[in-house]
C-alpha cells in the first residue's frame, strides 16, 4: 500500500465504540433485505457480512423502522425492529455476530418515517404523514398532520427498538435523520413544519424531535451508547418539488448554511456521538444522491463546516471513491472518516483492496444509480449494475465445475468482458476475440465526456481483470461464421453488441451518429442539432453544451428522456433541468423531414420550421448486431446470445445477462 493511504487505516473512535480504519459502509435503503416479520432475511445477513469481509471499518445499514402504527407499509419491507423484536433479535443477532468476526463494528440506522416522501400509493391505506399538512413529493396530496400523541409514541418508540438493536448485538445507533427530507427532517425545516405546539416555531422547537430521540436511546441503553446522526446542513430547495443545480443562483427554502451550522452544533449538545455529513432534500434529490452529473467529493466542503463548528467526529461520503482524495480529506480536516455506499456495492472488497495495493482491481462504481436507487425506486430491491452479486450475494455465488471447457467469446464489450471474467473465475477457459483495438464497447463513447469517466474506468478494470485471469484476448479480430467453425471449442457466446441506427437525408456530408462524435472522429462543427432526446442525446448535448457548442435536441415525444431514460429520478430530474441550465434548446413533439444545405426541416405542431446548423448528430437509438447468431445458432451444439447483440439495454443488464449466461455453462 502507498504510505500516502495509511491516514485511511488509522484507528477512530465514535464515542466508546473503536474502529479499525476511516472507511464506513455509508447507509443504502435495505429493500429485499427484510423478511415478513421485520428481520432481517437470509439476503440481507450476506450483504453486509460480505462488506464487512471486505475490510470495511464500520458497516451503516440502511433505515430500518421502529414504528408500524401510522406509516402503513406493507411487509415485507425494510426490517422493522419493533414489528417482532424475538424475530428481529434472532436474525440480526446472526449478522452481527458474523460482522464481529471480520473485526468490523456494525451500526443499524433506525427512522421514523418517510413522511411525505413515500408516494401515498406505497402506503397500505393510501395515507401519508408530516409535521403539518403540506404536500407529498410525488403525488398532489396533502399529508396528514402528525398528532401529539403519536409523536410522543413515535420518541418511546425509539428508546424501545434501541434496546433490542443493542441487545441484538449493534455496536451503536445511527439516527435517520435530519437529513435528506425524511419526517426528522420535516420536522426541523420550516418549510414544512407549521406547527405551532412545542415542535414548531424556532429551531430548536424544531430540533425537538431529534432531541428528544438521543436523549430517550441515552436513557434506555446508557450514557456511553454511541448514537450518531445522518445530517444535511443545506437543503437546495427553491420550492416544494423543486431543487437547485450547482452553481446556480437562488434563495434557499430549505435549511441553509447558517441554520445548518446552528443545527449541527445543538445536535451535539443534544447528545449525538457523531455527524454522517451530506446535503440535498427529496426536493433537489440530485444532492442527496449524486449521480455522474455531480461532481466527485461534492459534500467535502459542507462536511468541513459542521467539523468546525462540532467536537464529535464527521463522516463524508458523496463520490468519495477516489482514494486519493479520500486520504486528502482526512489529511486536510475535511472529515475524520470516508463513507462509500455505492462504491461497496460496486466491490465489497474496496477496502482490503486498497490496503494490500490492489487499486487497480477495485471495480469501480459509475453512478449511473440502475442497479440500486432504480431499482430501490421501481422494484424495491437493492442491486448493482456492475456487480450482480450485489444483494444476493448467496444466490448468484459462483457455481463449480465438474470439467472445464474452451470457450469462444465473440466481441469485448461489456458483456463479452464480463462473461469471460466469470467464466474464467469458475474454472473454464475463455478466449475472447474482439474486432476493435480495445475492450470496451460502448463504454468508450459513453463515457467521452467528462462527467462519465467511469465508464472509461469499468472498460480499464475489464481489461486488467481479463489480464490477471490470463485469459487470451485477441485484438483486432473480426470472425466470421467459418473461422468459429474452424475453432475447436466446447461452446459459442455471442456478444457482438449493438450498431448506431441512421437514416439518411438528401444531404449526409454533415451528418453523423453521436458515436462519431463522441469518439472525436467527426469535426460537429459550432452550432449542432441532435435527433433524440433519449439518454445518450442529451448527454451527447449536455457534453457539447459544455465545450462552447450551441446545441439543439429535437425529440419526438412530448418530454425528454421519455424513451430509455434513466429509471432513477436523481438522474432523470438532474439531467432534465441540466439542458435549459446549460442553454440548450429543444424541439419537443417535432421530426425531421428534410437536411439539405446546412438545412433542417422540421414538422412541428406550429407547423414547419427549418434551424441552420453546421452538423446534425443521429441519437435514434441502436440496433441489434445479431447477424453472426443467426449464422451460428444450428451449427453450433453450445450457442449464446448476450448483451445488446440479444436485446439493446443499458449497461446493467449487459452485465447481469452475461454473469447469468456464463455462470451456469
Known sequence: ???????????????????????????????????????????????????????????????????????????????????????????????????HAYDSKIFIQLTGGFGRVIPPSAMRNGITVAPSAVQNRWEDVLCRELTLEEIKNLVKSFGKAAVICKNAGFDGIQIHAVHEGYLIDQFAISLFNQRTDEYGGNLENRLRLAKEIVQEIKAQCGSDYPVTLRFSPKSFI?????????????????????????????LVEYGYDALDVDVGSYDSWWWSHPPMYQEKGLYRPYAKMVRDVVDVPVICAGRMDDPDMAAEAIEKGETDMIGLGRPLLADPEYVNKLRSGRMKSIRPCISCHEGCMGRMQKYMLVNCAVNPQAGRERAMALTPILEPKRVLIVGGGVSGCEAARVLALRGHKPVLFEKGGRLGGNLI???????????????????????????????????????????????????????????????????????????????????????????????????????????????????????????????????????????????????????????????TPEGKKAITCDSLILSVGYAENADLYHELEFEVPEIYLIGDAKKVANIMYAIWDAYEVANHI
Request: some cysteine; proline content about 5%.
Open 1 to 99: 500500500m502507498d504510505s500516502k493511504y495509511k491516514v485511511l487505516f488509522q484507528p477512530i473512535s465514535i464515542g466508546n465504540c473503536r474502529i479499525k480504519n476511516r472507511f464506513v459502509m455509508a447507509p443504502m435503503g435495505p429493500m429485499g433485505l427484510g423478511d415478513y416479520e421485520g428481520g432481517f432475511n437470509q439476503r440481507g445477513i450476506d450483504y453486509y457480512t460480505v462488506r464487512a469481509k471486505g475490510g470495511t471499518g464500520l458497516l451503516t445499514t440502511g433505515v430500518c423502522f421502529v414504528d408500524h402504527s401510522f406509516e402503513k407499509m406493507g411487509m415485507p419491507s425494510c426490517p422493522n425492529v419493533n414489528y417482532n423484536p424475538m424475530q428481529f433479535v434472532r436474525t440480526a443477532r446472526e449478522m452481527t455476530e458474523r460482522v
Open 238 to 266: 427553491k420550492g416544494l418539488r423543486d431543487g437547485a443545480l450547482p452553481g446556480e443562483d437562488f434563495e434557499e427554502k430549505g435549511r441553509d448554511l447558517e441554520e445548518g451550522m446552528q443545527a449541527a452544533k445543538l
Open 445 to 603: 463513447p459513453g463515457g467521452a465526456p467528462d462527467f462519465k469517466n467511469d465508464d472509461i474506468a469499468l472498460a480499464d478494470w475489464y481489461e486488467h481483470t481479463l489480464d490477471r485471469l490470463r485469459v487470451p484476448v485477441h485484438f483486432n479480430a473480426e470472425l466470421t461464421k467459418g473461422d468459429v467453425l474452424g475453432r475447436d471449442v466446447d461452446a459459442v457466446i455471442i456478444a457482438t453488441g449493438s450498431v448506431p441506427k441512421v437514416f439518411r437525408f438528401a444531404d449526409d456530408s454533415s451528418v453523423y451518429t453521436a458515436q462519431q462524435v463522441l469518439l472525436k472522429q467527426v469535426d460537429p462543427g459550432q452550432k449542432i442539432v441532435i435527433i433524440g432526446g433519449g439518454l445518450v442525446g442529451c448527454e451527447t448535448a449536455l457534453w457539447l453544451s459544455q465545450l462552447g457548442k450551441n446545441v439543439t435536441i429535437v425529440e419526438a415525444q412530448d418530454q425528454l428522456l421519455a424513451l430509455n431514460g434513466p429509471i432513477c429520478d436523481a438522474n432523470k430530474e438532474m439531467l432534465e433541468r441540466l439542458i435549459p441550465f446549460h442553454g440548450i434548446q429543444t424541439e419537443l413533439n417535432a421530426t425531421a423531414s428534410d437536411y439539405s444545405g446546412g438545412v433542417l426541416s422540421l414538422d
